[in-house]
C-alpha cells in the first residue's frame, strides 16, 4: 500500500489516534487502488469527505475507517491525487463533532507508482 499522513489536524482539541490515507494493492484477494481513510475516530455515519479544489468525494463509513463506494470512483479520486497538491478530508465523529485533516499531495505519484509495482 501507499499511505500518507496529514500534515495538519484540526482541532487539536479532540483525542484521536493517527490520520492516515491509503491506497492499498492486495492481489491475493483481487484488490488494487482500495482507497480508504482513517480520521483516528469513529466516524458518524455519511460524514467523510475529501476534496482538493472543486473536486469533492464521498466516502461510506464504518467505525473509524472509510472508503469510497465503486472502482470508478477509486480511479478517479487516484488520478485527482495524482494532479493535486493537497487533499481536505473532513469527517464528524460519533458525537457530531468536525474534525479536518490536510494532506500534501507532493511525492504521492512516486509512492503509488512504486506500491502499485511492488504489489502487482
Known amino acids: 500500500f501507499a ?4 500534515t495538519k489536524r484540526a482541532p487539536g482539541a479532540i483525542k484521536r489516534n493517527e490520520s492516515k490515507l ?7 484477494d483481487s484488490i488494487n487502488d482500495e482507497v480508504s481513510i482513517t480520521s483516528g475516530h469513529d466516524y ?14 464521498s466516502f461510506f ?5 472509510a ?3 465503486d ?6 479520486f487516484i488520478k485527482l491525487m ?3 497538491t493537497d487533499l481536505i478530508v473532513k469527517a464528524r465523529t460519533t458525537k457530531g463533532a468536525e474534525t479536518t485533516d490536510h494532506y500534501s499531495m ?3 505519484t512516486k509512492a503509488y507508482n512504486t506500491a502499485k509495482k511492488t504489489c502487482s
Open 3 to 6: 499511505q500518507t499522513k496529514p
Open 22 to 28: 491509503f491506497v492499498t494493492f492486495r492481489p491475493a
Open 44 to 57: 458518524k455515519a455519511s460524514s467523510v469527505t475529501a476534496s482538493s479544489g472543486k473536486r469533492k468525494y
Open 61 to 65: 463509513s464504518q467505525k473509524d475507517f
Open 67 to 69: 472508503w469510497l463506494l
Open 71 to 76: 472502482d470508478q470512483e477509486e480511479k478517479n
Open 82 to 84: 495524482k494532479r493535486a
Open 106 to 108: 507532493m511525492g504521492f
